[in-house]
């Protein structure tokens, strides 16, 4: 069985950078497209940004692109999010989930997504002066 745990969240200050990490384990990461996704208090969890199975496609939500960098280690079993300029409104607990598709570069930022069957337990992110 798969099994997902996030890592490198922390408080951080406006303008910030934060790197997390969705390390893999049970089974190889390569299977699956990865997608990383957050909720903050009393809104709904959101898409932030994905990535395919083979590393060579990835989605960003509008509020991560340029600022926000997905990329994986299928050696390490592992998917990390740079994210840099942070802002307070990228205040939430991140997750990261697991999406066992046939395309080798397919990936989905749609939280609602039935194939994403595998989470994590999520990393806390806080953005404050």
């Known amino acids: 069985q798969l099994q997902l745990v996030e890592s490198g969240g922390g408080l951080v200050q406006p303008g910030g950078s934060l790197r997390l990490s969705c390390a893999a384990s049970?089974?190889?990461?390569?299977?699956?497209?990865i997608g990383w996704f957050r909720q903050a208090p009393g809104k709904e969890r959101e898409g932030v940004s994905c990535?395919?199975?083979?590393?060579?496609?990835?989605s960003y939500a509008d509020s991560a692109k340029g600022r926000f960098t997905l990329y994986r280690d299928n050696v390490e079993n592992t998917v990390y999010l740079q994210m840099n300029n942070l802002k307070p409104e990228d205040t939430a607990i991140y997750f990261c989930?697991?999406?066992?598709?046939?395309?080798?570069?397919?990936?989905?930022?749609?939280?609602?997504?039935?194939?994403?069957?595998?989470w994590g337990q999520g990393t806390q992110v806080t953005v404050s002066a």
């Open positions: 049970g089974r190889p990461l390569d299977a699956y497209a």
């Open positions: 989930a697991a999406d066992r598709n046939r395309f080798p570069d397919f990936c989905s930022i749609d939280a609602r997504n039935p194939r994403y069957l595998d």
């Open positions: 990535i395919g199975k083979n590393g060579k496609s990835s």
